[in-house]
């Protein structure tokens, strides 16, 4: 991990920690592990998934994954979605501290934005796959990828979503919690 990366990755932790109290962006019982339960969590994508390409984080909260793919690649044109203005305006504040212009975050929720056609889609926490999947249809790109973070019942509701004829599904093991799963969505027809 480069200097710049740690350097950043701290700054981002110390921003969740000051604004946490006011606007809940992770759950506070998990603060005393934040390094490790979410931003090493969400660093395991940045570093599973090309560095090529455009990225669409939808429900991004308090900006995981999605600010963290920005810190490692703060070349990469980054878009993180988030309907709950409070946290946008987190979202906009760490952007400009951790200096990534390439980073922006909106105000929208995910129904009613544009179709995006992005490279790459993410979520964290934010619904069942069932769910996700119609966000995938209407924001990825063909041949884009979808890097769905899922905790400990990925399995079943892999199984609860049926057959996903237009994705191969690749299940990638979590580092950081061996019960969890990254879900890698090829999008391979419309």
Known sequence: MSASREARLATYASLIR????AINLVAPATLA???????????????LAPADG?????????????????ICHPERPT??????????AF???????????????????????????ARHLSARALAPL?????????????????WLMKGRNWQAELEAAGPLPNYRVIAHPSVTDPEAAILQLDRLSA
């Open 18 to 21: 000051k604004w946490n109290p």
């Open 33 to 47: 592990n934040l390094e490790e339960r979410h931003l090493a969590d969400s660093a395991q994508l940045a570093d």
């Open 54 to 70: 455009d990225w669409l984080d939808i429900g991004s909260g308090g900006g995981l994954p999605g600010l963290v793919v920005a």
């Open 79 to 88: 878009r993180l979605v988030e309907s709950d203005r409070r946290k946008v």
């Open 91 to 117: 979202l906009h504040s760490a952007i400009r501290t951790l200096d990534l212009p390439q980073c922006e975050a909106v105000a929208a929720r995910i129904e009613t934005l544009a179709p995006a056609n």
């Open 130 to 146: 069932s769910r996700l999947v119609p966000y995938l249809d209407r924001h990825l790109a063909l041949g884009g990828t979808g």
